[in-house]
């Protein structure tokens, strides 16, 4: 994989700007304007120009956007006033729980765009002071630049001290906090640890030998009897794997905004593993436990569990919305933490298409392993 610090500017982010700018020392200044083109034109990530904050906000909250940058509408005249207790806020709206390791991206890019706004307008001041010092027949009174009163000359700079070096503060809102880095990376752990489960499970069950029965039973409705047969133990485990990762969670404090949701992703994805496991061994036999865990590997790089998939090769991005990994860290993200909004009936919908998929083709793989001569034998009498 890629070195994912080198591609933040493929992170889509929002940005909002309402800044209505204000007129001083008869300027009209609108300093919104060029923070926004400064952000879009240098691309420490995927800014798309948002119109109104709500729909900025939302599509953090659905996972469209990972972070939000919104200029209000006096960002122009509280960085002008330069007064410590009324600083201009760029407001950051990010989605922890969504993505940890995007949310600190934002607060440090948040982070550079003020510092760096702040330094312009620092910069400016200190021009505006040496040209009336310059003109003023006291203009070696420098030693007085941060009294709100400049001796000898007619002029007054706004605010105080503390607001003309810091006019410009962030302030952050986080659509789904999490305490710390593990309750963040819950939904990827736990992803994988099913599937590894599964792979575990698999060699207390002779799925070859289920296969050579599964292919030996005639007619469509005998042989998915014979398959869903065969899964009924293995589900059951799973059934009791999920239960143990549920108990697990809460033991462990893990955040969980809803149990219920929670629970049911855990229980889906654990039987979506198992049925993609059984259809691969049964297609490739002793084989199939060996791809399947290479398949597992695969997923975590897919998966976006860890960094944004924007960050990952291309390859992965391409097969990250096919990946039942995927789709059950975008379920547990949404029960868990209260990220993705709107997507946990998406994401759990993909896991049950996903098994129905793989369920036919392992009906399809015991139909075609069927033994073709006594079929024949059997319509001949």
Known sequence: MRDPYGNFTKIPAAIVNLDQGVDYQGHSLRIGDGLVKKL???????FRLYQSKDGAEA????????????????????????????RAKLELYDSQGGN??????????????????????AEARWKTVDTVLARSSEGSLKTNVMHTELS????TLPGDAAGRSTSVEVVEETNSPVANNGEAFAPYF????????????ISIFDFKKVGVRNAQQRGWHKKWASILESLVWPALLCLAQSLLAFVGLKLMGIKCMSPGYAL???ILASLCYLIVIYALIMLLGDMGSLVAAVVLIVQIGASGGSYPIELSPPFFQSIHAYTPIAESIAALRNALLGANEGGY?????NLVIIAIVFLAIAFFVSWLKSPRQSTTMEVAR
Do not use: C, E, H
């Not at 879009?40 to 995927?46: E, F, Q, R, V």
């Not at 000898?152 to 002029?155: D, E, L, N, T, Y």
């Open 190 to 201: 736990l992803s994988i640890t099913l599937w590894i489960g599964i792979l575990i499970l």
């Open 345 to 349: 009936l998406k994401a759990i919908l």
């Open 152 to 155: 000898g000359a007619a002029f």
């Open 40 to 46: 879009i034109d240098s691309k420490p990530a995927d």
């Open 59 to 86: 599509a953090v909250r659905r996972g469209d956007a990972y972070f939000a940058l919104i200029l209000p509408p006096d960002f122009s005249s509280g960085a002008m006033k330069a007064n410590s207790s009324d």
């Open 100 to 121: 940890y390791f995007a949310a600190r991206i934002a607060q440090t890019i948040a982070l550079k765009a003020s510092v760096a706004l702040n330094a312009q307008l």
């Open 264 to 266: 049911v992703s855990l």
